[in-house]
């Protein structure tokens, strides 16, 4: 594995790398991984193609680091609107809006992410398995204080996870108005939901009714 290159000391090789990382993002969104290329990312970040190579290595090395900043925004995002519940389903409810919302915004999350699967296993599994992690802790924490059912961390952080996903193909990327390939949709407030109140059950401490 080729080392990362430096993180840039200086605002504008911040700035440049941002352009880069924004430009790749969306050429590998709407090209795909063997469509794209170094020159067309540099041509939509508007750099010569010589500063690309001072900030990655290869087309392969900025597709991960799409992937990485990709999941470190969508985390944020969900992270930061699930802190301000005062429970675990609204933690629930607060953190599965807040990815429908991003989803709906960067399209490219989904298409990228799927492209890794065969252009980057390695990337693909560290991104399922960073939001799992954070999942996991908050999902024991909620189960020591009796908040939900006595259910396995981890089992029930990649089956919600999967749950969001999906739900999230099927009608913000897959939209009943949404083109291959086009702008996404927005997930339907009874769509929203029903998917929660599935949860809600799923996750209910036994013999609770709702």
């Given at each position: 594995m080729t080392d990362p290159k430096p993180v840039p000391r200086t605002t504008k090789g911040t700035r440049t790398r941002g352009r880069l990382l924004a430009a790749a993002e969306q050429v590998?969104?709407?090209?795909?991984?063997?469509?794209?290329?170094?020159?067309?990312?540099?041509?939509?970040?508007?750099?010569?193609?010589?500063?690309?190579?001072?900030?990655?290595?290869?087309?392969?090395?900025?597709?991960?680091?799409?992937?990485?900043d990709l999941n470190r925004r969508v985390r944020h995002a969900m992270i930061e609107?699930?802190?301000r519940a005062t429970n675990r389903i609204d933690a629930e409810r607060a953190g599965f809006a807040a990815f429908f919302a991003f989803t709906a915004e960067h399209p490219a999350l989904y298409r990228i992410v799927r492209q890794a699967e065969f252009v980057s296993p390695g990337a693909l599994r560290k991104h399922y398995t960073?939001?799992?992690?954070?999942?996991?802790?908050?999902?024991?924490?909620?189960r020591a204080e009796g908040q939900i059912g006595d259910i396995d961390p981890e089992v029930a952080a990649w089956a919600l996870m999967g749950i969001g996903e999906i739900v999230g193909m099927r009608w913000v990327l897959w939209g009943d108005d949404v083109q291959p390939g086009g702008p996404?949709?927005?997930?339907?407030?009874?769509?929203?939901?029903?998917?929660?109140?599935?949860?809600?059950?799923?996750?209910?401490?036994?013999?609770?009714?709702?």
């Open positions: 590998f969104a709407d090209l795909g991984f063997h469509d794209a290329s170094i020159v067309k990312i540099t041509e939509a970040a508007g750099v010569g193609q010589g500063t690309f190579y001072l900030y990655f290595h290869s087309k392969i090395d900025v597709f991960d680091e799409v992937v990485e609107a699930s802190s960073r939001i799992v992690e954070g999942y996991m802790t908050g999902l024991a924490k909620a996404t949709s927005t997930l339907p407030p009874d769509v929203f939901e029903q998917a929660m109140r599935f949860i809600e059950r799923a996750l209910a401490p036994e013999g609770e009714n709702r």
